[in-house]
Each structure stands twice: as structure tokens, then as C-alpha cells.
């Protein structure tokens, strides 16, 4: 099974960068996408970025395009750096592993337990 791992989240001033990392544990089927996504209080949990693992192919919600990148190593490891951070960026932030390019929920089925990222004004 597939056990994922997020670290990085804290507190940062509007403006600031984060980046946060998940470790995926076991095997992970390379026609898998690495994803992470968020949940701010009285939110639906939203895609924010993607990445096919295959082929390096990415994806990312508007509200964060330009600002955030998703990458991964050689290791199974996923990161999202996150730049000019602005307050409606402050959520729990989930890793999770599914099916396809995709920032729909559905489509995932294995998720961390999250990691908050607060930004102040």
C-alpha cells in the first residue's frame, strides 16, 4: 500500500515562499499521479497541483498558477514550492496519489494527513 508523508508547513508573512515535501512509501505505479491539494474551514478540499510521474507532465489550479511549482526527484518524493503567498492560501495542505492528471478528488485514493500552512496579512 501507499503511504504518504507531507512536512513543511508553518506560519509565513504574506509575500513569503514555503515548500513543502511528501515522502511516498511503497510502491508507487508510475502511471500514477503525485498531487497536492487543500482545505481551508468551511471549504471543499481542492486540487492545486499535479504532476503525472510517468512523464513529468504537470497541472495547476489558477489560483496558483505563476505562483506555486510541483516537482519530484529520482526518490518518491513530491514537492510544491510555494512563492508570493497570500492569505486565501491559508489551508491544510494534502499530498495524495491517484490515477490521472487530475485535480478532481475523486480521482485520488491514497492522501496524507495533511500539513497547515497559515499566511498572515
Known amino acids: 500500500q501507499v503511504q504518504l508523508v507531507e512536512s513543511g508547513g508553518g506560519s509565513v508573512q504574506a509575500g513569503g515562499s514555503l515548500r513543502l515535501s511528501c515522502g511516498a512509501s511503497?510502491?508507487?505505479?508510475?502511471?500514477?499521479?503525485l498531487g497536492w491539494f487543500r482545505q481551508a474551514p468551511g471549504t471543499e478540499r481542492e486540487g492545486v497541483a499535479a504532476i503525472y510521474v510517468r512523464n513529468g507532465n504537470t497541472a495547476y489550479a489558477d489560483s496558483v498558477k505563476g505562483r506555486f511549482t510541483i516537482s519530484q526527484d529520482n526518490a518518491n518524493t513530491v514537492y510544491l514550492q510555494m512563492n508570493s503567498l497570500k492569505p486565501e492560501d491559508t489551508a491544510v495542505y494534502y499530498c495524495?496519489?491517484?490515477?490521472?492528471?487530475?485535480?478532481?478528488?475523486?480521482?485520488?485514493?491514497?492522501w496524507g494527513q495533511g500539513t497547515q500552512v497559515t499566511v498572515s496579512s
Open positions: 495524495a496519489a491517484g490515477w490521472s492528471l487530475s485535480l478532481k478528488r475523486l480521482d485520488f485514493d491514497y
Open positions: 511503497g510502491y508507487i505505479d508510475r502511471r500514477r499521479t
